[in-house]
Each structure stands twice: as C-alpha cells, then as structure tokens.
C-alpha cells in the first residue's frame, strides 16, 4: 500500500469513527423502508402521501442544516421538486390501479425509492463530510445551489411517484378517506 493510499484509506476510517450512531440508524431504517416500497402494496390517499411528504422534510432538513434558509438554497430545492413532479408526470406511466372499493390504492413495487432514499443518504452524508472539513457554503454559493438543486429533485421524484399513483387510481382529487370518494354503493 502506498503512502497516499494509506492517508485515504485513513481519512475514510476517521470519517466513519466522527459519524453519529444515529446516522448509521437512519441508514439502516431508510434501507428498510426502501425496501418495502419494493413490494406492491394497497394504500390510503393519506398513505400514499406519507412518504413523499417525510422525504420532502428530510430533504428540507438537509438543505437548511446545511446552507439556512435563504433564496439561495430554497429557491432552487422548490425548482428541483417542480422540476422532478413535472418530468415524473410526463416521462413516467401511473404506478398504480384502479381505486379499490375501499378507496385503497394499488401501487406497484418498485426499486426506485430505495434508489432514491440511499441517493438523498449518501449526498447528504458526503456534504456533511465536506462541511465538517471545509467549513460552511454560504446559502448563495453555487455549490450551495446546486446541492440544493440535486436534493429537491430527489425528493420531488417521490411526490411525482405518488401524484402519478394518484392520477393512475382515477380518484377525485378532493378524496382523501372513504367518505370524500365518490363511490356508487348502491
């Protein structure tokens, strides 16, 4: 192994002995998440949000821990998830079926969440190494931009999921439990 070779492989060590147990919990606990999202199942319009909305928060979260709140940054993770709903309705069929009597949704398994889930992880994890080394990214750098840019896509691909499960289950937009669905129980 070569000096420099070694000074890496060390730098990689110290990085993973300064990362918060609870980073390797969320990691874990997102890997499992992902991987339900893998298998089809039936959800509730309000479930079928649920996802989209906490990955939007932890994106958030990510953005303004690390560059605040400020045009900078908020400005360009609104057009990533813009952005990402606009692609995913035009580039992508529903993941879904049909509403269910019950007004559940069928949604397809798929692999891209937990795609998604570990692209947020791993981009999240590498700035807060870069931060921690380097010092902050003032919230109108470009480089604060386009991290923000990047997060706000990946977030607004879950919403784009869930709003083509949407568009796919033929509800009413208003419907959000059995008693706002227009079913024909007769």
């Not at 309705?89 to 889930?117: F, H, N, Q, Y």
């Amino acid at each position: 192994m070569t000096t420099n070779q070694y000074r890496e492989s060390n730098l990689f060590v110290e990085i993973l002995k300064h990362t918060p147990a609870w980073v390797f919990a969320l990691f874990f606990a997102l890997f499992a998440l992902g991987y339900r999202q893998s298998k089809p199942r039936r959800l509730s319009p309000a479930g079928l949000f649920a996802l989209p909305v906490a990955m939007l928060g932890y994106s958030l979260y990510g953005t303004w821990s690390s560059f605040g709140i400020g045009l900078g940054s908020l400005l360009p993770w609104g057009g990533g998830i813009l952005g990402a709903a606009l692609l995913g309705r035009l580039l992508t069929p529903p993941p879904a079926s049909p509403a269910t009597e019950d007004g559940k949704i069928a949604v397809a398994g798929s692999w891209l969440p937990l795609a998604l889930m570990m692209a947020i992880f791993f981009s999240r994890y590498a700035l807060a190494v870069v931060l921690a080394r380097h010092g902050p990214l003032g919230a109108g750098s470009l480089a604060a931009g386009l991290a923000s840019l990047w997060f706000g896509l990946l977030s607004g691909a879950f919403l784009a999921r869930a709003l083509n499960a949407w568009r796919g289950s033929g509800l009413p937009p208003s419907c959000t439990d059995r008693k706002d669905c227009s079913y024909n129980d007769s």
